[in-house]
Antibody, heavy 122, light 112 residues
Framework: QVQLQESGPGLVKPSQTLSLTCTVS??????????WTWIRQPPGKGLEWIAYINHSGRTYYNPSLQSRITISLDTSKNQFSLRLSSVTAADTAIYFC??????????????WGQGTLVTVSS | DIVMTQSPLSLPVTPGEPASISCRSSQSLLESTGYTYLDWYLQKPGQSPQLLIY???NRASGVPDRFSGSGSGTDFTLKISRVEAEDVGVYYCMQALESPHTFGQGTKLEIK
């Protein structure tokens, strides 16, 4: 079955750029009808959808973060990535990657990666 | 953005007893196709969220039949017929109608 695994630095300095990668195994990110997603969760708080991208590179961003985020695909590595610029302490969170089913009559996030904690601190 | 509001935020339950969580959206989640895009997720302690229910009332693969979802338009309910110890965690509703996808605040279920 499809599995997702996040990777990236656990500590980022304020004002710098956070970069994370999600590696997909057991399936191809070029498959139709899926969007590859980033979601985050500040410690002890709820879930916030960040962005997603499909196999053709179509992207959707959360307007609250849009000016600072870029999501991209690397089909050769079966990975997708997130870049979040100008980070502050408010960006400290567990970052999850997930697959979103987007064909007609579907609309859910499954599966999810295990999540990676990113702390913004000097 | 569509605002999702859950209640209660904390839910202590005795094992074997039923439990119910309410979720309300700020606008209808019914699409013109007839599908209603409301999902439920459970985040067990120390784990990532897992899909429980999709499109209001469809259980995800492997989800026990003690979990059920219902509702329409803007009002939805997740019910657990008989709570078990393994059901502890935070339950989230989420709207999949449009981007940005938004989640409820979460309901923390604990065992009494």
């Amino acid at each position: 079955q499809v599995q997702l695994q996040e990777s990236g630095p656990g500590l980022v300095k304020p004002s710098q750029t956070l970069s994370l990668t999600c590696t997909v195994s057991g399936g191809s990110i070029t498959s139709d009808n899926y969007y590859w997603t980033w979601i985050r969760q500040p410690p002890g708080k709820g879930l916030e959808w960040i962005a997603y991208i499909n196999h053709s590179g179509r992207t959707y961003y959360n307007p609250s973060l849009q000016s600072r985020i870029t999501i991209s695909l690397d089909t050769s590595k079966n990975q997708f990535s997130l870049r979040l610029s100008s980070v502050t302490a408010a960006d400290t969170a567990i970052y999850f990657c997930a697959r979103y089913s987007s064909s007609r009559g579907t609309g859910w996030f499954d599966p999810w990666g295990q999540g990676t904690l990113v702390t913004v601190s000097s | 953005d569509i605002v999702m509001t859950q209640s209660p935020l904390s839910l202590p339950v005795t094992p074997g007893e039923p439990a119910s969580i309410s979720c309300r959206s700020s606008q209808s989640l019914l699409e013109s196709t007839g599908y209603t895009y409301l999902d439920w997720y459970l985040q067990k302690p120390g784990q990532s969220p897992q899909l429980l229910i999709y499109l209001v009332s469809n259980r995800a693969s492997g989800v026990p039949d003690r979990f059920s979802g219902s509702g329409s338009g803007t009002d939805f309910t997740l019910k657990i017929s008989r709570v078990e110890a393994e059901d502890v965690g935070v339950y989230y509703c989420m709207q999949a109608l449009e981007s940005p996808h938004t989640f409820g605040q979460g309901t923390k279920l604990e065992i009494k």
